[in-house]
């Protein structure tokens, strides 16, 4: 499967954003989704994860409560919806698939099969 994410941007604080990550090549059903980020001089991170079965949603910590994971299935398209954005979220965001669907192992990138390109998001203060 190929995974295209877009939707970044140069924001300010406390401003929202909303990433979009458009699957093709494969049934986009049959993935657990997720989106990473990694910023300048740091490891990748997780960030939220969709359940192939059942979308059952998972967060970092650190977003808990402002990003909201989301997919429409007929479009082929996953979401990430973020709200109060702060400096600390500005990074290349990824989006992943995952053939397999395993809670445990669910925020490793190691899990993940196919990633999509990045997108920027930077949060100015």
């Known amino acids: 499967v190929q995974l295209q994410a877009s939707g970044g941007g140069l924001v300010q604080a406390g401003d929202s954003l909303r990433l979009s990550c458009a699957a093709s090549?494969?049934?986009?059903?049959?993935?657990?989704m997720a989106w990473f980020r990694q910023a300048p001089g740091k490891e990748r991170e997780f960030v939220a994860a969709?359940?192939?079965?059942?979308?059952?949603?998972f967060y970092a910590d650190s977003v808990k409560d402002r990003f909201m994971i989301s997919r429409d299935n007929p479009k082929n398209t996953l979401y990430l919806q973020m709200n109060s954005l702060k400096p600390e979220d500005s990074a290349v965001y990824y989006c992943?698939?995952?053939?397999?669907?395993?809670?445990?192992?669910?925020?490793?990138?190691?899990?993940?099969?196919?990633w999509g390109q990045g997108t920027q998001v930077t949060v100015s203060s």
């Open positions: 969709i359940r192939r079965i059942g979308g059952t949603t």
């Open positions: 992943a698939a995952d053939r397999g669907d395993i809670v445990s192992t669910i925020s490793r990138a190691l899990s993940y099969d196919y």
């Open positions: 090549g494969g049934p986009f059903r049959a993935y657990t």
